[in-house]
Protein backbone atom coordinates (compact mmCIF):
# COMPACT_ATOMS: atom_id res chain seq x y z
CA UNK A 1 0.00 0.00 0.00
CA UNK A 2 1.38 3.53 -0.91
CA UNK A 3 2.24 5.99 1.98
CA UNK A 4 -0.96 7.98 2.75
CA UNK A 5 -1.51 11.28 4.73
CA UNK A 6 -1.51 11.98 8.26
CA UNK A 7 -4.92 11.90 9.92
CA UNK A 8 -6.93 11.65 12.64
CA UNK A 9 -9.71 10.60 14.12
CA UNK A 10 -11.77 11.60 16.53
CA UNK A 11 -14.67 10.04 18.22
CA UNK A 12 -17.58 10.96 21.01
CA UNK A 13 -17.94 8.91 24.16
CA UNK A 14 -21.57 8.09 24.71
CA UNK A 15 -23.76 7.30 27.29
CA UNK A 16 -26.34 3.83 26.66
CA UNK A 17 -29.36 2.69 28.03
CA UNK A 18 -30.80 5.47 29.73
CA UNK A 19 -32.76 3.93 31.71
CA UNK A 20 -35.29 1.53 29.65
CA UNK A 21 -33.44 2.36 26.25
CA UNK A 22 -31.98 -0.96 27.17
CA UNK A 23 -29.32 -2.30 24.22
CA UNK A 24 -31.36 0.51 22.11
CA UNK A 25 -30.70 3.97 23.03
CA UNK A 26 -27.86 5.85 23.30
CA UNK A 27 -26.24 9.87 23.96
CA UNK A 28 -23.48 11.50 22.29
CA UNK A 29 -21.08 12.67 24.98
CA UNK A 30 -18.31 15.79 25.26
CA UNK A 31 -15.28 13.61 25.55
CA UNK A 32 -13.11 12.28 23.10
CA UNK A 33 -11.03 9.54 21.82
CA UNK A 34 -8.49 10.27 19.38
CA UNK A 35 -6.55 8.26 17.14
CA UNK A 36 -3.79 9.85 15.23
CA UNK A 37 -2.08 7.75 12.03
CA UNK A 38 0.90 8.40 10.57
CA UNK A 39 3.09 6.51 8.06
CA UNK A 40 6.19 4.53 9.00
CA UNK A 41 7.63 1.06 8.00
CA UNK A 42 6.89 -0.66 11.21
CA UNK A 43 3.94 -1.00 13.10
CA UNK A 44 3.68 1.18 16.18
CA UNK A 45 1.25 2.05 18.99
CA UNK A 46 1.99 4.76 21.37
CA UNK A 47 -0.79 5.41 24.54
CA UNK A 48 -0.63 9.10 25.40
CA UNK A 49 -1.93 9.68 29.46
CA UNK A 50 -1.97 7.42 32.36
CA UNK A 51 -5.61 5.55 32.03
CA UNK A 52 -4.39 2.71 29.98
CA UNK A 53 -3.70 0.24 32.30
CA UNK A 54 -3.76 -3.88 30.46
CA UNK A 55 -4.51 -2.20 27.14
CA UNK A 56 -1.76 -3.97 24.65
CA UNK A 57 -0.05 -1.94 22.47
CA UNK A 58 0.50 -4.83 19.90
CA UNK A 59 -2.02 -6.79 17.74
CA UNK A 60 -4.46 -7.58 20.68
CA UNK A 61 -5.40 -4.10 21.27
CA UNK A 62 -8.76 -3.80 19.92
CA UNK A 63 -8.20 -0.95 17.74
CA UNK A 64 -5.40 -2.78 15.82
CA UNK A 65 -7.46 -6.05 15.93
CA UNK A 66 -10.44 -4.50 14.83
CA UNK A 67 -8.72 -2.90 11.74
CA UNK A 68 -7.01 -6.21 11.21
CA UNK A 69 -10.42 -7.63 10.80
CA UNK A 70 -11.45 -4.78 8.55
CA UNK A 71 -8.65 -5.50 5.83
CA UNK A 72 -9.07 -8.75 6.11
CA UNK A 73 -12.61 -9.04 5.34
CA UNK A 74 -12.04 -6.76 1.89
CA UNK A 75 -9.03 -9.31 0.93
CA UNK A 76 -6.30 -6.75 2.30
CA UNK A 77 -3.23 -6.64 3.89
CA UNK A 78 -2.85 -3.24 6.63
CA UNK A 79 -0.19 -1.66 5.99
CA UNK A 80 2.50 -0.51 8.96
CA UNK A 81 1.68 2.66 11.23
CA UNK A 82 2.32 4.89 13.74
CA UNK A 83 -0.83 5.32 15.86
CA UNK A 84 -0.88 7.74 19.03
CA UNK A 85 -4.24 7.33 21.21
CA UNK A 86 -5.70 9.22 23.67
CA UNK A 87 -8.31 9.79 25.41
CA UNK A 88 -11.08 11.74 28.08
CA UNK A 89 -13.06 8.49 28.58
CA UNK A 90 -12.22 6.19 31.36
CA UNK A 91 -12.34 2.34 30.68
CA UNK A 92 -14.37 0.03 32.09
CA UNK A 93 -16.85 2.79 33.61
CA UNK A 94 -20.28 2.81 31.47
CA UNK A 95 -19.07 5.73 29.23
CA UNK A 96 -18.66 3.73 25.72
CA UNK A 97 -14.76 3.20 25.71
CA UNK A 98 -14.57 0.07 23.67
CA UNK A 99 -17.70 1.15 21.34
CA UNK A 100 -15.78 4.30 20.70
CA UNK A 101 -12.64 2.02 20.34
CA UNK A 102 -14.06 0.00 17.63
CA UNK A 103 -15.73 2.82 15.88
CA UNK A 104 -12.69 4.88 15.49
CA UNK A 105 -10.79 1.22 14.46
CA UNK A 106 -13.61 0.58 11.69
CA UNK A 107 -13.54 4.28 10.12
CA UNK A 108 -9.37 4.34 10.16
CA UNK A 109 -10.06 1.10 8.16
CA UNK A 110 -12.41 2.55 6.19
CA UNK A 111 -10.42 5.85 5.18
CA UNK A 112 -6.80 3.57 4.57
CA UNK A 113 -9.34 1.13 2.55
CA UNK A 114 -10.53 4.27 0.24
CA UNK A 115 -13.59 4.41 1.69
CA UNK A 116 -15.74 1.46 0.84
CA UNK A 117 -18.00 1.00 3.53
CA UNK A 118 -21.27 3.78 4.11
CA UNK A 119 -21.98 4.79 7.68
CA UNK A 120 -24.33 2.20 7.97
CA UNK A 121 -22.54 -0.51 6.80
CA UNK A 122 -20.18 0.71 9.56
CA UNK A 123 -22.36 0.66 12.14
CA UNK A 124 -23.63 -2.96 11.55
CA UNK A 125 -20.05 -3.98 12.10
CA UNK A 126 -19.34 -2.59 14.91
CA UNK A 127 -23.02 -4.12 16.05
CA UNK A 128 -21.62 -7.05 16.00
CA UNK A 129 -18.87 -6.49 17.28
CA UNK A 130 -19.82 -4.93 20.41
CA UNK A 131 -23.22 -7.16 20.19
CA UNK A 132 -25.70 -4.34 20.95
CA UNK A 133 -25.47 -0.97 18.43
CA UNK A 134 -26.42 1.87 21.64
CA UNK A 135 -23.07 3.08 22.21
CA UNK A 136 -21.81 2.25 18.90
CA UNK A 137 -24.56 4.76 16.97
CA UNK A 138 -24.00 7.24 19.57
CA UNK A 139 -20.33 7.64 19.00
CA UNK A 140 -20.78 7.40 15.25
CA UNK A 141 -23.85 9.86 14.35
CA UNK A 142 -23.89 11.98 17.56
CA UNK A 143 -26.72 13.00 19.56
CA UNK A 144 -29.61 10.73 20.56
CA UNK A 145 -29.55 7.52 18.55
CA UNK A 146 -32.72 4.99 18.89
CA UNK A 147 -31.81 1.57 17.32
CA UNK A 148 -33.04 -1.87 16.97
CA UNK A 149 -30.75 -4.59 16.56
CA UNK A 150 -31.80 -8.25 15.37
CA UNK A 151 -29.27 -10.08 14.93
CA UNK A 152 -29.19 -9.21 11.22
CA UNK A 153 -29.86 -5.78 10.28
CA UNK A 154 -29.91 -2.53 12.53
CA UNK A 155 -32.45 0.34 12.06
CA UNK A 156 -31.56 3.91 13.66
CA UNK A 157 -33.12 7.02 14.35
CA UNK A 158 -30.90 9.89 15.30
CA UNK A 159 -32.21 12.71 17.22
CA UNK A 160 -31.28 15.70 18.80
CA UNK A 161 -29.18 16.54 21.71
CA UNK A 162 -31.35 17.24 24.83
CA UNK A 163 -30.34 20.94 25.92
CA UNK A 164 -29.62 19.78 29.45
CA UNK A 165 -26.42 19.18 31.52
CA UNK A 166 -25.32 15.22 31.77
CA UNK A 167 -23.60 15.06 35.28
CA UNK A 168 -21.87 12.17 35.74
CA UNK A 169 -20.83 10.53 38.87
CA UNK A 170 -17.30 7.84 38.05
CA UNK A 171 -17.06 5.53 40.97
CA UNK A 172 -13.05 4.85 41.21
CA UNK A 173 -13.46 1.20 40.60
CA UNK A 174 -14.36 -0.24 37.60
CA UNK A 175 -16.89 -2.82 36.01
CA UNK A 176 -16.38 -4.57 32.72
CA UNK A 177 -19.79 -4.98 30.34
CA UNK A 178 -19.43 -8.56 30.67
CA UNK A 179 -19.38 -8.97 34.09
CA UNK A 180 -22.69 -6.59 34.41
CA UNK A 181 -24.21 -8.37 31.83
CA UNK A 182 -24.00 -11.70 33.82
CA UNK A 183 -26.46 -10.46 36.61
CA UNK A 184 -29.18 -10.05 33.99
CA UNK A 185 -32.18 -12.60 34.17
CA UNK A 186 -32.54 -14.58 31.53
CA UNK A 187 -36.68 -13.89 31.33
CA UNK A 188 -39.28 -11.26 32.73
CA UNK A 189 -42.90 -11.43 33.48
CA UNK A 190 -44.72 -10.12 30.53
CA UNK A 191 -46.38 -7.36 32.84
CA UNK A 192 -42.80 -5.91 33.79
CA UNK A 193 -41.82 -6.16 30.49
CA UNK A 194 -44.89 -4.66 29.04
CA UNK A 195 -44.18 -1.89 31.87
CA UNK A 196 -40.73 -1.35 31.16
CA UNK A 197 -41.00 -1.46 27.19
CA UNK A 198 -43.90 1.80 28.06
CA UNK A 199 -41.19 4.01 29.63
CA UNK A 200 -38.46 2.80 27.04
CA UNK A 201 -41.37 4.33 24.19
CA UNK A 202 -42.31 7.35 26.42
CA UNK A 203 -38.31 7.78 27.21
CA UNK A 204 -37.83 7.82 23.01
CA UNK A 205 -40.81 10.30 22.79
CA UNK A 206 -39.62 12.76 25.37
CA UNK A 207 -36.07 12.87 24.18
CA UNK A 208 -37.65 13.66 20.59
CA UNK A 209 -40.21 16.57 21.65
CA UNK A 210 -37.99 18.00 24.36
CA UNK A 211 -40.54 16.90 27.15
CA UNK A 212 -37.95 17.05 29.88
CA UNK A 213 -40.80 17.27 32.90
CA UNK A 214 -41.00 13.15 31.59
CA UNK A 215 -37.89 12.20 31.88
CA UNK A 216 -38.08 11.19 35.66
CA UNK A 217 -40.91 8.45 34.88
CA UNK A 218 -39.96 7.61 31.32
CA UNK A 219 -36.43 6.94 32.84
CA UNK A 220 -37.16 4.18 35.40
CA UNK A 221 -36.03 1.13 34.26
CA UNK A 222 -36.91 -2.70 34.88
CA UNK A 223 -34.88 -4.41 31.84
CA UNK A 224 -31.50 -4.73 34.18
CA UNK A 225 -31.12 -1.89 36.50
CA UNK A 226 -32.57 -3.40 39.47
CA UNK A 227 -30.27 -6.37 39.07
CA UNK A 228 -27.49 -4.26 38.75
CA UNK A 229 -28.07 -2.49 42.25
CA UNK A 230 -25.72 -5.42 43.97
CA UNK A 231 -23.05 -3.96 41.61
CA UNK A 232 -22.72 -0.56 42.16
CA UNK A 233 -23.39 0.28 45.83
CA UNK A 234 -25.20 3.50 46.24
CA UNK A 235 -27.00 3.20 42.98
CA UNK A 236 -29.84 2.83 44.24
CA UNK A 237 -30.24 5.39 46.71
CA UNK A 238 -29.00 8.31 43.12
CA UNK A 239 -31.81 6.80 41.67
CA UNK A 240 -34.61 7.03 44.10
CA UNK A 241 -33.22 10.45 45.49
CA UNK A 242 -31.55 12.62 42.63
CA UNK A 243 -34.85 13.94 41.57
CA UNK A 244 -35.18 15.93 44.91
CA UNK A 245 -31.69 16.96 44.11
CA UNK A 246 -31.96 18.97 40.98
CA UNK A 247 -32.02 16.24 38.75
CA UNK A 248 -34.62 15.96 35.71
CA UNK A 249 -34.10 12.17 35.40
CA UNK A 250 -31.17 9.85 36.38
CA UNK A 251 -29.71 6.29 35.16
CA UNK A 252 -26.92 3.90 35.24
CA UNK A 253 -24.68 5.10 32.17
CA UNK A 254 -24.48 1.45 29.96
CA UNK A 255 -23.75 -1.49 32.01
CA UNK A 256 -22.23 0.91 34.71
CA UNK A 257 -20.75 1.69 37.01
CA UNK A 258 -21.14 5.32 36.25
CA UNK A 259 -24.40 7.25 36.81
CA UNK A 260 -25.93 9.98 35.49
CA UNK A 261 -28.62 13.10 36.02
CA UNK A 262 -29.67 15.15 32.95
CA UNK A 263 -30.09 18.53 34.69
CA UNK A 264 -30.38 21.87 34.39
CA UNK A 265 -28.47 22.32 37.92
CA UNK A 266 -25.67 20.28 37.60
CA UNK A 267 -23.60 21.63 40.64
CA UNK A 268 -26.13 20.57 43.21
CA UNK A 269 -26.73 17.24 41.09
CA UNK A 270 -23.06 16.36 41.48
CA UNK A 271 -22.55 17.31 44.93
CA UNK A 272 -25.79 14.99 45.99
CA UNK A 273 -24.33 12.26 43.62
CA UNK A 274 -21.03 12.76 45.60
CA UNK A 275 -22.35 12.69 49.24
CA UNK A 276 -24.25 9.53 48.60
CA UNK A 277 -21.34 7.62 47.07
CA UNK A 278 -19.17 9.01 49.97
CA UNK A 279 -21.84 7.35 52.36
CA UNK A 280 -21.01 4.16 50.79
CA UNK A 281 -17.16 4.59 50.73
CA UNK A 282 -17.18 5.08 47.05
CA UNK A 283 -14.55 7.43 45.54
CA UNK A 284 -16.43 9.16 42.46
CA UNK A 285 -15.02 11.71 40.26
CA UNK A 286 -17.80 14.04 39.07
CA UNK A 287 -17.67 15.46 35.46
CA UNK A 288 -20.28 17.87 34.29
CA UNK A 289 -20.75 16.94 30.42
CA UNK A 290 -23.08 18.13 27.59
CA UNK A 291 -24.42 15.96 24.68
CA UNK A 292 -22.51 16.23 21.67
CA UNK A 293 -24.22 16.84 18.31
CA UNK A 294 -21.63 15.48 16.02
CA UNK A 295 -20.71 11.89 15.07
CA UNK A 296 -17.19 10.49 14.45
CA UNK A 297 -14.98 12.24 12.20
CA UNK A 298 -11.88 11.56 9.79
CA UNK A 299 -9.77 14.30 9.23
CA UNK A 300 -6.44 14.63 7.49
CA UNK A 301 -3.77 16.39 9.82
CA UNK A 302 -0.72 18.18 7.52
CA UNK A 303 -0.83 21.42 7.32
CA UNK A 304 -3.99 21.72 9.77
CA UNK A 305 -4.24 23.40 13.31
CA UNK A 306 -5.51 22.38 16.01
CA UNK A 307 -8.96 19.66 15.69
CA UNK A 308 -12.49 21.63 16.26
CA UNK A 309 -12.41 19.23 19.18
CA UNK A 310 -9.47 19.81 20.93
CA UNK A 311 -8.60 22.31 23.50
CA UNK A 312 -11.67 23.10 26.10
CA UNK A 313 -14.75 21.21 24.97
CA UNK A 314 -14.53 18.28 27.13
CA UNK A 315 -16.04 17.89 30.04
CA UNK A 316 -16.15 19.90 33.45
CA UNK A 317 -14.92 18.41 37.01
CA UNK A 318 -16.71 19.90 39.60
N1 LIG B 1 -9.00 2.97 22.98
C1 LIG B 1 -8.94 1.68 23.27
N2 LIG B 1 -7.94 0.92 22.77
C2 LIG B 1 -7.88 -0.38 23.04
N3 LIG B 1 -8.75 -1.04 23.80
C3 LIG B 1 -9.74 -0.34 24.33
C4 LIG B 1 -9.90 1.04 24.09
N4 LIG B 1 -11.00 1.47 24.73
C5 LIG B 1 -11.51 0.40 25.35
N5 LIG B 1 -10.77 -0.69 25.12
C6 LIG B 1 -11.01 -2.06 25.63
O1 LIG B 1 -12.36 -2.16 26.02
C7 LIG B 1 -12.45 -2.54 27.40
C8 LIG B 1 -13.62 -1.88 28.06
O2 LIG B 1 -14.82 -2.38 27.48
P1 LIG B 1 -16.17 -2.47 28.31
O3 LIG B 1 -17.25 -2.76 27.32
O4 LIG B 1 -15.99 -3.43 29.44
O5 LIG B 1 -16.33 -1.04 28.98
P2 LIG B 1 -16.87 0.33 28.39
O6 LIG B 1 -16.99 0.23 26.91
O7 LIG B 1 -15.96 1.40 28.91
O8 LIG B 1 -18.26 0.45 29.10
P3 LIG B 1 -19.80 0.40 28.50
O9 LIG B 1 -19.79 -0.57 27.37
O10 LIG B 1 -20.65 -0.06 29.66
O11 LIG B 1 -20.13 1.78 28.11
C9 LIG B 1 -11.12 -2.07 27.99
O12 LIG B 1 -10.78 -2.82 29.12
C10 LIG B 1 -10.15 -2.31 26.84
O13 LIG B 1 -9.77 -3.66 26.82
N1 LIG C 1 -26.66 -1.74 26.70
C1 LIG C 1 -25.39 -2.22 27.23
C2 LIG C 1 -24.42 -1.07 27.28
C3 LIG C 1 -23.05 -1.49 27.73
O1 LIG C 1 -22.17 -1.65 26.70
C4 LIG C 1 -25.60 -2.78 28.61
O2 LIG C 1 -26.27 -2.12 29.42
O3 LIG C 1 -25.12 -3.88 28.92
Given at each position: ??????F????P??????????????????????????????????????Q??????????L??????????????????????????????????????????????????????????????????????????????????????????R???????????H????????????????????????????????????????????????????????W??????????????????????????????????????????????????M????????????????L????????????????????????????
Amino acid sequence: MAPFDDFEVVVPASTANMGPGFDSLGMALNLFLRLRFSHQDRMEIVLRGDQWRGVPTDGRNLVIHVMREAFRRMGREMPPFRLEMESGIPLMRGLGSSAAAVVGGLLAANHLLGGPWSEEEILLQATRREGHPDNAAASLFGGVVICSWDGERVYHVQGPPPPLHVVTAIPSFSLSTEQARRVLPRNLPHSRAVLASSRANLLTAALLTGRWELLEVAMEDWFHQPYRFPLVPGMEEVLADSRRHGALGVALSGAGPTLIALTREPGRVGRFMKEVFARHGISVRILSLLPFAEGASVRLTIGMGRSKFMGNTEGVET
